[in-house]
Nanobody, 126 residues
Framework: QVQLVESGGGLVQAGGSLRLSCTASGRTISNHAMGWFRQAPGKEREVVAAISWKSSSIEYANSVKGRFTISRDNAKETVYLQMNNLKPEDTAVYSC???????????????????WGQGTQVTVSS
């Protein structure tokens, strides 16, 4: 069993930055791929970024490339999402998830992840 807790969300003006953190407990995530997802009101949850356990493979949604950076510190059991140049369309609940049993090649499939955090709200005002 893995517990994931996100933090760092909030209200920011367009063009601003936020850094989200996702810290795990209960079981190590250091050997597993992680993903950040978001869900805006009335929309489906979508993958934002994913990172393999060694950080050797990283993927981003086209909508955030060049603005968001995913990273991890396995010693701290924590994954980060640095979000720069935020836009109103980035407003959503952001959640992290860990892939225990699946393969990294399926990083964009929600069903590939085994445990999810509760999410943190990010609101970008124009």
């Amino acid at each position: 069993q893995v517990q994931l807790v996100e933090s760092g969300g909030g209200l920011v003006q367009a063009g601003g930055s936020l850094r989200l953190s996702c810290t795990a407990s209960g079981r190590t995530i250091s050997n597993h791929a992680m993903g950040w997802f978001r869900q805006a009101p009335g929309k489906e949850r979508e993958v934002v970024a994913a990172i393999s356990w060694k950080s050797s493979s990283i993927e981003y949604a086209n909508s955030v490339k060049g603005r968001f950076t995913i990273s991890r510190d396995n010693a701290k059991e924590t994954v980060y999402l640095q979000m720069n140049n935020l836009k109103p369309e980035d407003t959503a609940v952001y959640s992290c998830a860990v892939m225990i049993r699946g393969y990294y090649s399926t990083y964009d499939a929600l069903g590939a992840y085994d445990y999810w955090g509760q999410g943190t709200q990010v609101t970008v005002s124009s």
